[in-house]
């Protein structure tokens, strides 16, 4: 069975976000006071999510994304791994994490059924990670990089928000890194979600800023096909290098015409948009696999046609879609 919108677009992935707790306080992920956390008794407990992706797989959803938060602070997360991997129809297991408490469980999580990992890291500066994170090591991600790439967690791919006057100056050392190991570094446009986010007009970048980084620097980028199948990234490789770039815009040059992805909030609530405040709580379906097949179709038949951040071509302004902050709503 094919998922399909109004559009036309095919859905066939969930991302889920586990938890909006985590260990960091990325200055683009929330506020200097943290979040509200939400209690352990109102997120879904690892049987109801496994209910949505059952009933979801069997209307085509194939790709799942565990995602916060950090997924890797709620309890007992590779029993939740283990019983969506074996999942019929699943085909494609990825969690995206920050990577500090990775090299705890990399071997535990290859084991159960995770297939690879995105790691945000957002500089390569340890003094700098501690400033962007508010609390961070940047030696814990680093080692929890080398445990995804030893037990096979691949492709790694490192997302790395740009940022002007904080990051845009390690352009050419992320560069550097992909030629020395089989790491996929993917740029991504600073967005604005929530309504903490008040650095959004004066560190914001379009991705054209890298293109010129690695020209310049002699590294041009060559396009690829995408390692590890479809996504919104522009891929490249570059001279002598073992990994790949990657380019996410999703304000200069929006990917929404080939979106295909549904949300599911860590209180149970489905989006079909990262950025539009719409949502619908699954818990009154739970019990009636039917009724929540028809909510996830109710869902996707609501999603608009593209997000509005900078709809009026104006990258130094944005339209308030959403109030959720990402940790809230789940990168």
Known sequence: ?????????????????????CNLRCVYCMGDDGIEQ????????????????????????????????????????VQLIEMIAAVPGVTDLAMTTNGTLLSRYAEALKRAGLNRVNISLDTLQADKYQIITRCGKLEDAMKGIEYALQYGL???????????????DEVVDF???????????????????????????????????????AEKAGLPLTPVP????????????????????????????????????LRLTAEGSLKACLYWQD?????????????LQDLIKEVLGGKPVEHQMA????????NPGTMRSMSKTGG
């Open 226 to 261: 995408l390692p590890g199948g479809a996504g919104p990234a522009e891929s490249y490789s570059i001279p002598g290098g073992k990994g790949t770039i990657g380019l996410i815009h999703p304000i200069s040059k929006h990917f929404c015409d080939s979106c295909n992805r």
């Open 311 to 318: 709809a009026d071509g104006n990258c130094s302004t944005i």
């Open 279 to 291: 949502e619908k709580p699954v818990h009154p379906v739970l019990h009636d696999k039917a009724a």
């Open 175 to 213: 560069l550097q890194l992909a030629r020395e190991k089989p790491l996929h570094i993917r740029f991504i446009e600073y967005m604005q979600i929530g309504d903490h986010d008040r650095g959004y007009s004066s560190h914001y970048l379009p991705l054209s800023f890298v293109e010129k980084a």
């Open 1 to 21: 069975m094919t998922l399909k919108d109004k559009q036309g677009r095919k859905h066939d992935y969930l991302r889920i976000s586990v938890t909006d707790r």
């Open 38 to 77: 939400t209690s352990h008794e109102a997120i879904l407990s690892y049987e109801d999510i496994l209910k949505v992706v059952t009933a979801g797989a069997e209307l085509g959803i194939s790709k799942i994304r565990i995602t916060g938060g950090e997924p890797l602070v709620r309890k007992d997360l």
């Open 154 to 168: 691949e492709p790694v791919k490192l997302n790395t928000v740009l940022m002007k006057g904080i990051n845009d």
